[in-house]
């Protein structure tokens, strides 16, 4: 399956992303779409062999919208000419809601001594006259409110309509009623009725939409914000050394394995590994964390993050597309276009709505016309209940806020990957926590190490030499803590045959013609080897949160080693703000349960699941999924074993800091590895989730009131009517008030609670 992402033109409301997402889910190999309005692209999952972007894009074309790819490089200047285009947008707009406010202005000043009986010396009588405001309307009619026309026209050939369809049907229903009455004003003094034209509707009303979505547009712009921000964080050059030279050059020509050269106070241009020099980098931007961060050879630096103090070079190892802010406005852009499953009930309305609110206009037209008989009043109600009900509010409701809200979480440090993990979030019930690398820092070190048969004759070093062969085979990080000590001790390197490694339990292999089997007392056992000496220090090792794992050589035991992994800073804390936000804290790990007790007991968790194999984290997930009822539960991991884990938990939250296969089967990603950024993803997704409420609330409400009341419906009893000018104006307010309080989330914040007294 092959995911695509398509920026879209030519939508002018929620029923225009329908008929797109109806549009492209006919073409056979498409396996499922998502349209969004406010970010205005596709995301379209499709079977290669069966369909391509070519098909696609014409079936785009082909409902009446137009389309194009993004590019994958941040870099390339592709989003600035959709910001061109954007703005073109934005003038005509502008131009004709000028024309259109300055002609309604006209029209309504030339019937003020009409309405009033006064009479103004600066206001000339010709201005009454219904041939100049027909001449004045004209142009308004047919130029600012065009795309009423085309738009209507391109989904009445579709057999759908949208709002552009109101639009057009109401306000050339006020139109030619007033062209009607202009060219045979006779027919209606012959009936007895005094002619009047509404020529200032038709005009006032496209004035106000048009102004609504402008400044829509403009709000709306808003909402990528904070991709904007991440995409202005990439510097522009970089200074390399090629051939012995420093040279300055564009940030595109920076190719990997490229000597890069970095002074105090500069951007890191690429991603890399420090070679020479050392540093503290400020990486906040990126992870959010906010303290510096020490470099030294061999640590990996983040383009776009600042250094700070010293000077230093690195190897490029990832540039272009491929760059870890590249991935993370790229993981941004696809969540800000997802869709999020409250959004469900805001699409089945706006499906029919407009269908239905054509129906309502025509029985609002018939109750007028046919039984009370008035023909002025039923075109009034009738273009009155077409205009305010239009369905935009309702379609930008939750994508704007969703925008917001993840945009609001890159800059925090939190990478969401989908609007869905966003709306869940708050809903979370149950959190599991795996231990190492999640609750610990992940930087295991061997402290203890023990031989049986002593430290003659370099029995330890040997042993040492042994463990360290077949370990530089294994990418645990158990692994590389006893790589590391072997090489601290001077250990010398051999090599190791027949390398196997058994998750969750441990590695072995043959060298020197010996077979050396290292990994828990349970594997051990399992394979027949007594291990009944040095259990007193095993015991001492586990119960100070130490894992201790054997060294068999030849299936007889010949050493423990304990390893110890400090925990994070945050952990404890964390852990404790949880507990008080009601959420059940539960600890999940590989390790021995005594050692999983003992930290568990230091950052304060009662529930813990220890020895479990990587092949069961997802069931035990599973079974606290089925205990008791609605439970949600987040799993937060870092390593390859919790990845099936990840994956089956409502919300997998994966350590930015751990494997790539973890956070390929994760929802959110905290960045930093800061478990702190659990709770502010929770806070981000109620505040979200309140946002949204309050925006459908706005776009419901507008048209649960508007439409009976711009039908008529109060007229039996207070004698009121809303003129189609309000009507106007209630709509275009409708979505302007949606976006702008979508946009009050940017102003979001972790909210700070205390690990103590609250
Ligand atoms: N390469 C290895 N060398 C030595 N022991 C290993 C190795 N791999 C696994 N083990 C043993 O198997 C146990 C379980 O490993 P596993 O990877 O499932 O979990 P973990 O990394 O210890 O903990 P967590 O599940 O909290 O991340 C380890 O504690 C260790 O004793
Ligand atoms: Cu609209
Ligand atoms: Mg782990």
Known sequence: MDTLTLKLRGMSCASCANNIDQAIRLIPGVIDCNVNFAAEQATINYDRTRTNLKIIQSAIDAAGYSSYQVSEDILTGEDDTHTAIKLAAEQEISRKVIVAGVIAIIIFVG?????????????????????????????VQFWCGWGFYVNGWKALKHHTATMDTLMAVGTSAAYLYSLFVTLFSGFFTAQGIIPHVYYEVSVTVIALILLGRLLEHRARGKTSEAIHKLMGLQPRNARVIRGGVEMDISITEVEINDVIVVRPGEKIPVDGEVITGISTVDESM?????LPVQKQPGDEVIGATINKTGSFQFRATRVGKDTFLAQIVKLVQQAQGSKAPIQRLADQVTGWFVPAVIAIAIATFVMWFNFMGNFTLAIMTTVGVLIIACPCALGLATPTSIMVGTGKGAENGILIKDAQSLELAHKITTIVLDKTGTLTQGNPTVTDFVCVKGTANHNELQLLQLAAAVERNSEHPLADAVVKYAQSQEASLIECNDFAAVPGSGVQGVVSDRLVQIGTERWLT????????????????????????????????????????????????AVKILQKLRLEVVMLTGDNSKTAEAIAQEVGIQRVFAEVRPDQKAAIIQSLQSDGKSKIVAMVGDGINDAPALAR????????????????????????????????????????????RQNLFFAFIYNIIGIPVAAGILFPFFGWLLNPILAGAAMALSSVSVVTNALRLRKFKPKIISGGVQ
């Open 526 to 573: 399992e394979l027949g080897i007594n291990n009944h000496s040095l259990q007193e220090y095993k015991q001492v090792w586990e119960a100070g949160g130490k894992t201790v794992i054997l060294i068999a050589v030849d299936g007889v035991l010949e050493g423990v080693m304990g390893i110890a992994d400090a925990l994070k800073p945050s952990s404890a804390a």
């Open 649 to 692: 938990a409502d919300v997998g939250i994966a350590i930015g800091t751990g494997t790539d296969v973890a956070i390929a089967a994760s929802d959110i990603t905290l960045i930093s590895g800061d478990l702190q950024g659990i709770v502010t993803a929770i806070q981000l997704s109620r505040a979200t989730i309140g946002n949204i």
């Open 286 to 290: 990126v992870t959010g964390e906010s």
């Open 111 to 139: 019937s003020i001594p009409m309405m009033t009986g006064l009479n103004f010396w600066f206001i000339p009588e010709f201005l009454h006259n219904y041939w100049v405001q027909l001449l004045l309307t004209t142009p």
